[in-house]
Nanobody
Framework: QVQLVESGGGLVQAGGSLRLSCVAS????????MGWFRQAPGTEREFVAV????????YYTDSVKGRFTISRDNAKNTVYLQMNSLKPEDTAVYYC???????????????????WGKGTLVTVSS
């Protein structure tokens, strides 16, 4: 069982930056693919970015490409989401997720994620 705790959310003006962190514990945290998803009020949860166990392969939804960067530090069991050039439409609760294994799968809507954090709120004001 993997436990995930997100941090780093907050209120930021449009054009600003935030860095989200997710610390994983339990299991062998460094051997899991991990990802970020988000859910805005009144909408379904959507995929943001995902990264494999080594950090060598990542994948992004089109709306954040060039603005967001996912990375990980396996020594710290932590995955990050650096968010730049934030827009009001990025406002959402951001969830960290982990897969059972080292790789993610683009065949599935949840990219193979099994474990979920409780989320951290990001609010971007215009």
């Amino acid at each position: 069982q993997v436990q995930l705790v997100e941090s780093g959310g907050g209120l930021v003006q449009a054009g600003g930056s935030l860095r989200l962190s997710c610390v994983a514990s339990g299991g062998t945290s460094s051997s899991h693919a991990m990802g970020w998803f988000r859910q805005a009020p009144g909408t379904e949860r959507e995929f943001v970015a995902v990264i494999d166990w080594s950090g060598g392969t990542s994948y992004y939804t089109d709306s954040v490409k060039g603005r967001f960067t996912i990375s990980r530090d396996n020594a710290k069991n932590t995955v990050y989401l650096q968010m730049n050039s934030l827009k009001p439409e990025d406002t959402a609760v951001y969830y960290c997720a982990a897969a059972r294994g080292p790789y993610f799968s683009v065949k599935y809507g949840d990219y193979g994620m099994t474990y979920w954090g409780k989320g951290t709120l990001v609010t971007v004001s215009s």
